[in-house]
């Protein structure tokens, strides 16, 4: 079935650096990659998501690249702030007709000032 | 902004029980999700509806498990009868209108279930 790699499981930064999460997945069909930001106890928040026919995405301090013939993608945030320490989750799905999002193992991300 | 909402955020239930989970997607959104987490965890899919039927489940949603949209704006997990592994975190998902290349689906608060 469907999987999704996620690494590393656990990274710590200090402020100012910046950290890198990587994914790789199974099904060569899929086509939408959404990242999720997850507070303790909180629901899980879009960041950033990029669709197959694009390489890399940005907003801000975030990045997404994607190599699709590598089935491999990656989620880059520069000058870390103490607030981006949570649970960070990739995720993988076939964007058409509403089809589930099959989610990585999470990264817990500590930012330290 | 609107936001996908969930009741209760916290269920406490006895074992063998029936459970229901409420939620009310966004409202002009077409495709429902719901999701479990496990403590620590990943999210896990169990079942996704659209246009009143289920599209697809998880080997997780087995008969045990059922999904309902009795109304306009409510849509509702329900477990039969509950054991202690079904203790986790639900969380219902919606998503717009899916063409045009992936919608993200946004997520509800949840709902912590904790079966003694």
């Known amino acids: 079935g469907e999987n999704v790699e996620q690494h590393p499981s656990t990274l710590s930064v200090q402020e100012g650096d910046s950290a890198v999460i990587k994914c790789t997945y199974s099904d060569s069909a899929s086509n939408y990659f959404p990242w999720y930001k997850q507070e303790l106890g909180k629901r899980p928040q879009l960041i950033i998501d990029?669709?197959?026919?694009?390489g890399e995405k940005k907003d801000q301090r975030i990045a997404v690249t994607l190599n699709k013939t590598a089935k491999h993608f990656s989620l880059h945030i520069t000058e870390t702030q103490p607030e981006d320490s949570a649970v960070y989750f990739c995720a993988a799905s076939r964007a058409e007709y509403g089809n589930k999002l099959v989610f990585g193992a999470g990264t817990i991300l500590r930012v330290k000032s | 902004e609107p936001e996908v909402t969930q009741t209760p955020s916290h269920q406490v239930t006895q074992m063998g029980q029936e459970v229901i989970l409420r939620c009310v997607p966004i409202s002009n959104h077409l495709y429902f999700y719901w999701y479990r987490q496990i403590l620590g965890q990943k999210v896990e899919f169990l079942v996704s509806f659209y246009n009143n039927e289920i599209s697809e489940k998880s080997e997780i949603f087995d008969d045990q498990f059922s999904v309902e949209r009795p109304d306009g704006s409510n849509f509702t997990l329900k477990i039969r009868s509950t054991k202690l592994e079904d203790s986790a975190m639900y969380f219902c998902?919606?998503?717009?209108?899916?063409f045009g290349g992936g919608q993200p689906q946004h997520f509800g608060d949840g709902t912590r279930l904790s079966i003694l």
């Open positions: 990029i669709r197959s026919n694009v």
């Open positions: 998902a919606s998503k717009d209108f899916p």
